[in-house]
């Protein structure tokens, strides 16, 4: 099946939350744990235990197991595997993005069923030229995995970019889901190539939304976003959106019966989309 394809039977399974697994510094604390490799292989095992087979997603954030060095990546590498085949979909998120030859690795390292870090998705740039993220679509049809590119995010740097207006009048994040879009055309029940568009971002043009992909919304919960926002900015095409929330969920643990309640919660709280 394609990404497309088991990430709507994961959502009609489990409601559409991400949940992810950021093991910040101040939460490994809050946890009771050393900002260490044990503090991150514990944090990351009650992760999995609590929410594999729970949630439809959960999403790892690459860098804080990187900034471990390689005991940190191998933590990262068997928090993947041990949510694979679990009923969850993995979205590593890595926001890579180059060129050539370097997308190609990159590629490979996290969309090659085959490979250590293998995930279901991944989270990618689009800032160095929507056509340098072919390599990525390539291997994301090949090993039915799925690729979220950034479109309209929320800090507030961003807006700059994102809503500069292109050679055809469009703005740049506008010609990110266009070309999604086209690159999900045909797609059923809905393509692999989804979106990264932050829950309160007030800057998108609601008609452009429609990719007939997934739309991975990050912002959910502590950050400010709540169902409301996600109503009003998503509504035509709210059975496809990915609501992700972090810390609201993760503030819960270390205790695992108190992670799953929370998630349990926000997930509920989207029936009212």
């Not at 991400?18 to 101040?26: F, K, R």
Request: charged residues 20%.
């Amino acid at each position: 099946m394609s990404f497309g394809s088991r990430a709507q039977v994961a959502m009609q399974a489990y409601g559409p939350l991400c949940v992810g697994i950021d093991p910040h510094p101040h939460l490994l604390e809050e946890w009771g744990l050393e900002d260490s490799v044990e503090g991150l292989d514990r944090f990351a095992a009650t992760c999995v235990e609590a929410f594999a087979g729970k949630v439809a997603f959960v999403k790892p954030q690459s860098a804080f197991f990187e900034r471990f060095g390689a005991r940190g990546v191998a933590i990262l590498e068997r928090t993947l595997q041990d949510l694979r085949h679990t009923g969850s979909l993995t979205i590593l998120d890595v926001k890579r993005g180059d060129i050539g030859s370097t997308t190609e690795a990159y590629a490979d390292a996290y969309l090659d069923d085959d490979a250590p870090m293998a995930a279901d998705a991944i989270t990618v740039s689009p800032y160095l030229g929507f056509g340098s993220l072919t390599p990525f679509f390539a291997a994301a049809e090949k090993n039915d995995a799925g690729v979220f590119v950034l479109a309209f995010t929320s800090n507030p740097e961003a807006i700059r970019l994102q809503t500069a207006k292109t050679s055809s009048g469009m703005t740049v994040g506008d010609q990110v889901l266009a070309q999604l879009a086209l690159a999900n055309e045909g797609a059923e029940p809905m393509g692999s190539f989804g979106a990264v568009i932050g829950a309160r971002v007030a800057h998108v043009d609601t008609r452009r939304l429609d990719i007939n992909g997934p739309i991975l919304v990050p912002g959910f919960g502590a950050q400010g976003g709540t169902v409301d926002h996600l109503r009003e900015l998503f509504g035509p095409v709210r059975d496809s959106i990915v609501p992700s929330t972090s810390r609201e969920v993760l503030a819960k643990g270390p205790d695992v019966i108190a992670l799953r309640a929370a998630a349990a919660a926000a997930n509920d709280s989207l029936s009212l989309l």
